[in-house]
């Protein structure tokens, strides 16, 4: 089916259209024909991806479509071709990343008005979603981690994209670097297990068919390289130091590319190898694990952070925890249902504290912010939809999709990473509605002089509203009358749970209960005067500073390996390498000079010479001839 | 008188020209040990030639007689030559033979 090879060229191809004309005048102001040709292809892409989506509904659940560019590398065993495949995993995540995309493309065009990169802007924007598509369609792990580049690729431009301070390209150069330990795990992973295919081919569909021959441990070595790169790319503990600083992008960046798709690739390939790691339960508790330990450390901090995108950024790494969690007890389909709902609320969010910025002439902190709510009513609705979706408040889309992976926790008893999942739920509660009373509720701290939105950015958040409002109903669950469609659509191998109704009720309005206390603790703390509260709190200033995670990394990492770099800069390189390399060019030359001393272009020396030589082989053949 | 005898002079003479060749650095004395060294060669194809009671060395013997003869105009006109550039007849003088322009 060729509209899977189009969804993903088409972006690359409007992304180098993009780059030329920008690139032939980049001073010239073309805002709007940057943004109808930025504009274009996402939006095929998007009806393609439906298309894509409703043929794959209408079929039977096993039906896989494929289409085939050409054979990319043929070298002995290694056949991959330059193929792309959708499944029904793959159908879900790219009919969301394609609209919530495109949304984000529309708000984008309002966003970076008058920007002098515009038209470079939209060439990454682009290059992006081509990359994620191409992530999301590839039908071989080697496809797969081409595109999983590309949009680390694209984040890194994207983060820098200010890129006159140079604090904007520390984050960035951070960004990849964290990303590069990942990746590392992820290509020796793959590198692993098509050693243990033995040749029978790698694409997808291929290694599930053969993962029953390979030996279990091999197995878990594999889905535990693996997850190291998902851990890099889905920022969780201990890589996560490169998401609160990516933040230093354009807040469209922020919410296409680091909250509602990029860093849920980590989740989406766990799911992709579901066949494996059903196969290695353990490998997927520890996975579960780092999951809840990432989502109770990340709401810690976000309870504390001032910067109203940073706060949104550890929630998203707290999400993305949830999501882990998921995948890792084998409830993929609650996982995957996790990254739908989220990728809603999650970028209406970031849209919502963007337009609070842009509204606020680049104000970033949350404290001199305060009473927005009537003068910016059409940001404070879609944000308060999406706090309480975030918060897990029924009937929105947070709560179906959290209250899925809290049951699954439960019910499979993992209780230490329920009660971990519970407090994180709760502290969600508590520092989104922070966030929202101190922006809208509390009284405001200055005068304001609101700059005026353009329309293309207030859109996409009511679209995005209704989404976050009713996404969640797609996967009702059987307790409440549902029939969980999501799941039942996605088909994956899921580890099956059993629980009582009575409990699944009980759990519910536990989470509900906490959420409702936590959203009142943050009312009475912020709404009325937002000041810093619990100042004197001893652990307050640990928290502020991040837990010292970052001067942590610097101990351990950064100064050692600078250290040695000084050590093989400065005395390897220098003192030992070099002064072996001269005293062999030393040697040289003094025995050159030795040499040159024979040749001093007389006759009759060379004469002597001859002389000698001569009587040399004469002696020897002399000798050699013996009784002549 | 023996061959034995003719082969000890004939090796004392190209002995002779050996070290002239090598020590001296007139150019006369040096072309005058040549010959002699070849003169010494010729001494030892006759003295062969009578040994062996075969007359082909002593043929070769001639022609060399003639070789060196044409040899010498040659090698006459040369040191002239030499004297020409230099004005010297120092062999060590002639080191450098380089004729065009700039250094070596």
């Known amino acids: 089916m060729i509209a899977l090879s189009l969804i993903v060229i088409l972006p690359f191809f409007s992304a180098l259209i993009l780059a030329l004309i920008y690139l032939q005048n980049p001073t010239k102001n073309r805002e709007k024909l940057y943004a109808k040709l930025a504009l274009v292809t996402p939006i095929i892409s998007t009806i393609l991806s439906f298309v894509v989506a409703v043929q794959l509904f ?3 659940h096993d039906l896989i479509l494929h289409h085939t560019l050409f054979n990319w590398i043929d070298v002995g065993e290694l056949h991959i071709e330059l193929a792309f495949m959708a499944d029904r995993l793959t159908a879900v995540m790219l009919s969301f990343i394609t609209f919530i995309g495109t949304l984000i493309h529309i708000y984008a065009i309002g966003y970076m008005r008058g920007d002098a990169g515009y038209g470079k802007f939209f060439t990454y924007f682009n290059l992006f979603m081509g990359s994620m598509l191409l992530l999301i369609l590839a039908d071989n792990p080697i496809i797969m981690f081409v595109g999983w580049e590309l949009v680390g690729l694209s984040s890194y431009l994207l983060i820098g994209f200010y890129h006159q301070e140079s604090q904007n390209i520390t984050a960035a150069n951070k960004a990849f670097m964290v990303n590069r330990i990942g990746d590392f795990g992820f290509i020796m992973g793959l590198s692993l297990l098509f050693v243990v295919l033995e040749g029978n081919g790698y694409s997808f569909s291929a290694i599930e068919q053969h993962i029953d021959s390979v030996d279990r441990g091999m197995l878990a070595l594999i889905g535990g390289l693996l997850f190291i790169g998902a851990m890099g790319k889905s920022a969780q503990i201990p890589l996560y130091v490169w998401l609160p600083d990516a933040m230093a992008g354009p807040t469209p960046v922020s919410a296409l590319i680091h909250a509602a ?38 709401a810690i901090i976000a309870s504390f952070q001032d910067d109203i995108k940073k706060i949104l950024a550890y929630s998203t790494m707290s999400q993305l925890g949830y999501m882990f969690i998921a995948v890792g007890l084998g409830a993929y389909s609650s996982g995957i249902f996790h990254v739908f709902t989220h990728a809603f609320f999650k970028a209406l969010l970031f849209m919502g504290a963007g337009a609070v910025i842009i509204a606020l002439h680049h104000e970033q902190n949350i404290f001199r912010m305060g009473g927005l709510k009537k003068e910016l009513k059409w940001v404070y609705i879609p944000m308060l939809i999406a706090t309480l979706a975030i918060s897990g408040i029924p009937p929105f889309a947070g709560f179906f999709s959290k209250d899925a992976i809290l049951i699954t926790a439960f019910a499979t008893e993992h209780y230490t990473i329920w009660a971990m999942a519970t407090a994180t739920a709760m502290l969600t509660a508590y520092y989104m509605f922070r966030l929202l009373f101190v922006v809208f509720h509390s009284a405001p701290k200055s005068e304001h002089n609101l700059t005026k939105l353009p329309s293309s950015m207030t859109k996409p958040l009511i679209v995005l509203a209704i989404g976050s409002a009713t996404a969640g109903l797609l996967g009702v ?11 039942s659509f996605l088909a994956l191998p899921d580890t099956p749970i059993h629980i009582e109704h009575q409990t699944e009720y009980l759990l519910d309005s536990i989470n509900i209960i906490l959420a409702f206390i936590a959203i009142f603790i943050a009312y009475k703390l912020f709404a009325k005067h937002s000041k810093y509260p619990l100042q004197t709190l001893p652990i307050r200033s640990l928290i502020v500073n991040k837990f010292f995670i970052d001067e942590l990394y610097s101990i351990i990492f950064i ?20 002064n072996l390399i001269f ?3 030393g040697g040289y030359h003094k025995s050159a000079t030795l040499f040159a001393v024979l040749q001093n272009s007389k006759v009759r020396y060379y004469a002597l010479y001859i002389l000698i030589g001569v009587s040399l082989i004469s002696i020897t053949l002399l000798k050699l001839l013996g009784d002549l | 008188m023996v061959a034995e005898q003719f082969f000890i002079l004939s090796t004392l003479l190209f002995s002779i020209g050996l070290i002239g060749v090598v020590s001296r650095r007139n150019l006369f004395v040096v072309y005058l040990s040549i010959e002699l060294m070849l003169s010494s060669v010729n001494l030892l194809l ?15 013997a001639l022609l060399l007689i003639a070789v060196i003869a044409a040899e010498a105009a040659l090698f006459l006109a040369m040191i002239m030559q030499l004297y020409r550039s230099k004005r010297s007849l120092d062999s060590d003088s002639f080191a450098n033979l380089f004729q065009g322009k700039g250094k070596i």
């Open chain 1, 559 to 578: 100064k050692p390996l600078l250290l040695l770099s000084r050590i093989f800069g400065y005395v390897i390189d220098e003192k030992i390498i070099n």
């Open chain 1, 58 to 60: 209408s079929s039977p």
């Open chain 1, 261 to 298: 798709t990029m860093v849920t690739a980590g989740v989406y390939m766990v799911a992709r190898f579901s066949f494996l790691y059903i196969e290695i339960p353990q490998m997927g508790e520890a996975i579960a694990l780092v999951g809840a330990i990432s989502a109770l450390f990340a």
């Open chain 1, 583 to 585: 005293l062999t060019v």
């Open chain 1, 477 to 487: 669950g059987e307790a409440y009358g549902g029939t969980n469609l999501f799941a």
């Open chain 2, 46 to 60: 006759v003295t062969f030639s009578r040994l062996h009671n075969n007359m082909d060395a002593a043929v070769i």
